[in-house]
Every structure is written in C-alpha cells, then in structure tokens.
C-alpha cells in the first residue's frame, strides 16, 4: 500500500510540469473581441501560443537592486545622523547662549552695587565681601567658558 502512495507521488511530480505547460490559443470573435483559451473555437481561426517560460533566476532578487537598496538605507542613515548632529549642535549652541546671558547678568549684579542682597528662603542677607568676590570669580570663569 505504501509502496503505491509513493509510486503515484512520483509519478505526478514528473508529470506535473508537462500538465502546466498546455497549448493555448488566442482569437477573435465576431464582434471584435479577443479571447485566450486552451481549446481552439470550433468556428474560428486561433492562434496557437506558448507562455513564455520564467527565466532561471525569476523570484530571486536582482543583485544590482539590492546594492542600491543598500546605498540608499546608507544614505537616509547617513542623513538622519547629521541632521540629528545638527539639532544636537543647536540646542548645545543655544544652552551656551543663554549661559552666557546669565553669567553676565549674575557678573553685572554682583559688581553695579555695593552691597549685595541674597534672598534666602523668606529672608534676605547681606552677601560678605569675600563671598561676593567668590561669586564673581564664578561669574567670569562661566563668562570665559560660555561667550565666544
């Protein structure tokens, strides 16, 4: 019984490819339409045609379309990196701005008076002499670090 089973399996596996590759015929009707069938019209000239066979590397994917595949993902990665630098390098650009306009404020407060006030909390103290210098060492150091 197996032994069946396999003969008749092989047998349409042979077989199958010349199944597929059936005669077909295209004509014209009477009314000017064209068909395209297995069996030629009794009552009209056909034409016999052959499909044409799927070349031997059909399905597989053409090299030269991969390699330019590739290069384009390069090139829109490329482009996303740079443009994400870019966006990097403005925020940075804008982040030392506005240190900068900080450190020059904090600088122009702590050397337009005399004395000088800290708010602490609710409370304010009077900032000491040595603290105040303390500060505006800060101030310029951020100054020289921050402004171009």
């Known amino acids: 019984m197996l032994n069946r089973i396999v003969f008749f399996f092989a047998a349409a596996c042979i077989l199958a490819p010349v ?4 005669a077909m015929y295209k004509w014209r009707d ?12 009794p009552d009209a000239n056909a034409l016999e045609i052959t499909p044409e066979r799927a070349p ?3 399905g597989q994917p053409d090299p030269r379309l991969l390699q330019e595949m590739e290069a384009y993902e390069d090139r829109r990665l490329e482009r996303m990196e740079t443009e ?3 966006a990097r390098q403005q925020r940075e650009a804008e ?17 337009s ?5 800290l708010k602490e909390g609710d409370e304010y103290r009077i900032l000491p002499e040595e ?12 100054i020289s670090s921050f402004c171009d």
Do not use: F, M, W
């Not at 199944?19 to 059936?22: D, E, F, G, I, L």
């Not at 009477?30 to 019209?41: F, K, L, N, V, W």
């Not at 105040?132 to 800060?138: F, H, N, P, S, V």
């Open 19 to 22: 199944t597929v590759s059936a």
């Open 30 to 41: 009477a009314s000017g339409q064209i068909h395209y069938t297995q069996t030629p019209p």
């Open 56 to 58: 031997p590397n059909a």
């Open 84 to 86: 994400a630098g870019d």
């Open 95 to 111: 982040a030392r701005r506005q240190n900068c306009d900080l450190s020059r404020q904090s600088l122009t407060r702590l050397t």
């Open 113 to 117: 008076r005399g004395r000088v006030k």
């Open 131 to 142: 603290e105040r210098q303390e500060l505006i060492r800060e101030a310029e150091a951020n």
